[in-house]
């Protein structure tokens, strides 16, 4: 969360809502690429710098920020700390993502299992939330998505496509449970001239008629 994709802003929007509805003093640390201000004014919660290089050039041939001889360290305390601070931690997103090789502190899965071990040190409870899974053919993402779901509290993912590709990697589906995307949760503000705006920035044709 928090790179500009709107479609997963728009998720961590409801999963941040849901959370303040619930728990109305609930206090919420985004482990975030970019700590911005304005994003944290806007979602009302903390960011912290996370284990990501700042760019992926800076990343090419290097494990996850922090853990190379020359990387600064200060955030690794910050992200020990906050997850030590915390009642639960909540792994968003896709967390099993393959869009580059999973490998020893490389890759999506990768970067997950570091949060899952982290949490499991400090005896912390976590989640995964919002989960969409594609079929594991790497067998290093498979032993690590069985690592990642079988000792989470609860997994949620957004289909049945997603559970069964899961259970097809041999994976315990006794906490997993479809509740489709999260950003279905969201109560859009119709603003109908808005909405001509956007569709016209994006060159698609608005008829009046249209409902």
């Not at 728009?10 to 985004?30: E, H, R, W």
């Not at 290093?140 to 989470?152: H, P, S, V, W």
Request: proline share 4%.
């Amino acid at each position: 969360y928090g790179v500009k994709n709107h479609g997963d802003d728009a998720m961590f929007s409801n999963l941040v809502t849901q959370l303040q509805i619930k728990i109305p003093d609930c206090n919420i640390t985004l482990l975030a690429r970019h700590p911005n201000e304005e994003f944290d004014s806007v979602f009302s919660v903390t960011s912290l710098k996370n284990f990501d290089h700042d760019s992926k050039k800076q990343s090419i041939g290097r494990w996850f920020y922090g853990f190379n001889p020359d990387d600064k360290r200060v955030h690794l305390n910050n992200v020990f700390q906050a997850i030590d601070d915390c009642d639960l931690l909540i792994i968003g997103g896709n967390a099993l993502m393959e869009v580059s090789t999973n490998d020893f502190l490389r890759g999506v899965a990768s970067y997950s299992a570091l949060l899952v071990q982290i949490a499991k040190i400090l005896q912390k409870p976590y989640v995964i939330y919002g989960m969409a899974v594609s079929p594991l053919e790497n067998n290093y993402t498979k032993q690590i998505a069985k690592f990642i779901c079988e000792n989470a509290t609860i997994v949620t993912v957004r289909e049945e496509f997603s559970k069964k590709n899961l259970i097809n990697a041999e994976i315990n589906d006794k906490n997993i449970y479809v509740l489709g995307d999260p950003v279905y949760g969201l109560e859009p503000t119709w603003n109908k001239n808005k909405a001509v705006e956007i569709l016209k920035n994006e060159k698609i044709i608005f008829r009046p008629d249209d409902n």
